[in-house]
């Protein structure tokens, strides 16, 4: 199985930036795009960004020229840069890992994020 651990969430003010990573650990061959998602309080799991193995990456619209998620593939961790961040970032964002393996995904603890305006 794999393990992945967030780290990097906090409290900002309007404008600001925080940067989030997350290590996977385990088996860590069966790991195939990784990404993460947010949750804000009574709104669905959404996500946010996604990097493949070979550095695709992709971003939900409301993000596109804000956030920048990045891989490191020997280290086996993924971050986020968030950056000219607004009060609507404020939610969980949870760590995500999709597998080779059909029906295998992962999912980190969660990180607060909470944007003040």
């Known amino acids: 199985q794999v393990q992945l651990v967030e780290s990097g969430g906090g409290l900002v003010q309007a404008g600001g930036s925080l940067r989030l990573s997350c290590v996977a650990s385990?088996?860590?061959?069966?790991?195939?795009?990784m990404g993460w998602h947010r949750q804000a309080p009574g709104k669905e799991r959404e996500l946010v960004a996604a990097?493949?193995?070979?550095?695709?990456?992709n971003y939900v619209d409301s993000v596109k020229g804000r956030f920048t998620i990045s891989r490191d593939n020997a280290k086996n961790t993924v971050s986020l840069q968030m950056n000219s961040l607004k009060p609507e970032d404020t939610a969980v964002y949870y760590c995500?890992?999709?597998?080779?393996?059909?029906?295998?995904?992962?999912w980190g603890q969660g990180t607060q994020v909470t944007v003040s305006s």
């Open positions: 995500n890992a999709g597998s080779w393996w059909p029906g295998e995904a992962y």
């Open positions: 385990g088996s860590i061959f069966r790991i195939n795009t």
């Open positions: 990097i493949t193995t070979g550095g695709t990456t």
